[in-house]
């Protein structure tokens, strides 16, 4: 069976200051990566995703995630946080023979300080 | 173009009732994933339907029930309701449920259960 795990729940960041979400998967075959992003009152949201080729993937807002196989992880990244990106982060996997159902890791709420 | 809608948005229900939640998928959309939410966790796969039929099934016991109408929409009922069904039931589509294709979800619909 698949599992996600994200190892920080909470988070507080100055504006400007850099983020790094850590996830980490387990699962021995094929795996397609996501991160999603639920604002205040809002639905989830992709922001980005790794099927296949370049480990490196960009997503939308500047976000931006590095697939690396060795380590099972997926850690999600942007260089300069703003206040608008206050909201919860899910580090996400599908993979056969689940097709594209989805095991979310816990979260992360990120709280971005004006 | 309409994204996934679900209603209600928001239901109280007493111990031992039982509910159905309904999710209309993007036009194009055949296959509807159901997830249950629970506060402060992430969302956790209940079902999968694809042209009609179950593709999948969560870990959930058999109080849970759902099913896909011919246009594609679908309900999820829950019978025997307990104080731990309450949660944000979530419901996302996609146009075929295989790894590749990305879920979209809908804004939920918040159940409290007293």
């Known amino acids: 069976a698949q599992s996600v795990s994200q190892h920080n729940h909470h988070v507080i960041l100055s504006e400007a200051a850099s983020l790094e979400l850590g996830c980490n998967y387990s699962y021995g075959g094929t795996v397609n990566l996501f991160w999603y992003v639920q604002y205040p009152g809002q639905h989830l949201q992709l922001l980005l995703k790794?099927?296949?080729?370049?480990?490196l993937v960009k997503g939308i807002k500047g976000f931006e995630a590095e697939f690396i196989k060795s380590k099972f992880s997926f850690n999600l990244r942007k260089p300069s946080v703003q206040w608008s990106d206050t909201a919860e982060y899910f580090c996400a996997v599908n993979g056969p023979p689940a097709g594209n159902m989805l095991t979310f890791g816990g979260g992360t709420r990120l709280m971005v300080k004006p | 173009d309409a994204g996934v809608t679900q209603s209600p948005t928001h239901l109280i229900k007493t111990r031992g009732q039982h509910v159905t939640l309904r999710c209309s998928p993007i036009s194009g959309h055949k296959s509807v994933s159901w997830y249950q939410q629970v506060l402060g966790q992430g969302p956790q796969f209940i079902f999968q339907y694809y042209e009609k039929e179950e593709r999948g099934r969560g870990n959930f016991p058999d109080r849970f029930s759902a099913r896909q109408f011919p246009n594609y929409s679908s309900e999820l009922n829950v019978n025997a309701l307990l104080l731990g069904d309450s949660a944000l039931y979530l419901c996302?589509?996609?146009?075929?449920?295989?790894?590749?294709?990305?879920?979209?979800f809908g804004p939920g619909t918040r159940l409290t259960v007293t």
């Open positions: 996302a589509s996609s146009l075929a449920p295989t790894g590749s294709y990305e879920q979209y």
């Open positions: 790794y099927f296949s080729g370049d480990p």
